[in-house]
């Protein structure tokens, strides 16, 4: 997979339902730059000292800016929607824990798992772990429904 932080994922992995297994797994990589939460600010509204201003940081217990949480658990989308299960897995629910800061420079691991399959409905339950040089700082379980190859076919 490619971890290059100034183009958008150009390789795509499609898997139906049917190609699922209980244990894949697929990651990504992101360097966590400021523009990057500057720029998460302004499409949420979320305009947090602690993320945008490095003189209101110091004076907290992180010490210096911190990505948002939310904006770290983005790239678990990133990894569902365009490698495991890819394009077409659609969200139903995510849960997250938040573990420790995503300073700007970090470089976050994004690791998901298939933990359970859900034949009757299509669904795939992922474990999804986001790390910091090996060291976790949000886990949590993505809930995804799945197409099958069948739902794609045409004449």
Same mark, same amino acid.
């Given at each position: ?9 150009? %390789? ?8 699922? %297994? ?24 979320? $305009?947090?000292? /602690? ?7 110091? $004076? ?31 969200? /139903? ?11 700007? #420079? ?8 298939? /933990? ?23 886990? #949590? ?15």
């Amino acid at each position: 997979m490619h971890s290059d932080n100034h183009r958008p994922f150009l %390789e795509l992995r499609v898997l139906y339902f049917e190609d699922l %297994e209980l244990g894949m797994s697929a990651s990504f990589e992101k360097t966590v730059s400021s523009s990057d939460v500057v720029g998460f600010a302004e499409i949420t509204g979320d $305009r947090n000292p /602690i993320h945008l201003s490095e003189h209101f940081a110091a $004076r907290t217990p992180f010490g210096t800016r911190v990505a948002h949480g939310l904006y770290t658990a983005s790239l678990i989308s990133a990894v569902l929607g365009t490698r495991l299960p890819g394009p077409g897995a659609v969200y /139903i629910s995510q849960s997250l824990h938040f573990l420790a800061p995503v300073r700007l #420079g970090d470089t976050v691991k994004v690791d998901v798992s298939v /933990i359970e399959l859900m034949a009757e409905r299509r669904r795939a339950r992922l474990h999804c772990v986001c790390s910091v040089e090996g060291t976790p700082v949000l886990e #949590g379980e993505a809930l995804v429904k799945v197409p099958a190859r069948t739902e794609t076919r045409t004449g």
